[in-house]
């Protein structure tokens, strides 16, 4: 692990022991406005610009967070309950997306419901003690996996961002 990456983790980890599901719901659900905020006005020729065949797409982007926030919310579900969970195909790869630009802002706007409805129907008292491992943070509990996903939108709104302000990035 690098020392970003432990220091990332660290956070996750102590903030998520730290604040209740309700508190850090705030946080999250900032992060997924935001990103929601960004890609309102994006038409279907800039969801698809690629600027470089290492970038990802605007499309790409969005129905990788929109997978693995449906993957993230069941295993913060489950670690909350202390159910072993399995965040092995948690963060989906790379794939050229077949959703229209109006299909993924709804995923990300259903997602944010989804996230909702799951924080509501947590326990009073989670469970803190089962973990399961994260590719690059290792083990979390539910509440540093309920902060990832803040990271993780966070994460992808910069590169959301980064396509947007190319200079080859279409006008309409």
């Known amino acids: 692990m690098t020392p970003e990456e432990q220091r990332v983790r660290e956070y996750l980890i102590s903030q998520g022991e730290k604040y209740p599901f309700e508190e ?38 969005l129905e990788h967070v929109v997978t693995s926030t449906y993957r993230v919310t069941n295993l913060i579900s489950e ?39 799951m924080t509501d129907n947590l326990p009073a008292t989670p469970n803190m003690d089962q973990m399961s491992n994260h590719s690059f943070f290792g083990d979390l509990h539910a509440g540093g996996w309920y902060l990832f996903q803040r990271v993780h939108d966070l ?8 396509n947007k302000s190319h200079e080859d990035y279409p006008n309409n």
């Open 79 to 117: 670690l909350a309950l202390g159910i072993t969970g399995d965040s092995s195909n948690i963060d989906p790869p790379r794939k050229m997306s077949k959703l229209s630009i109006d299909e993924l802002r709804k995923g990300l706007l259903d997602g944010a419901f989804k996230w909702t409805s």
């Open 155 to 162: 994460d992808h709104l910069n590169q959301v961002r980064n």
């Open 24 to 61: 850090l719901w705030i946080r999250s659900i900032a992060a997924r406005l935001e990103l929601i905020k960004e890609v309102s006005d994006v038409n279907q020729k800039q969801a698809d610009f690629s600027f470089d065949n290492d970038e990802w797409t605007i499309s790409e982007i």
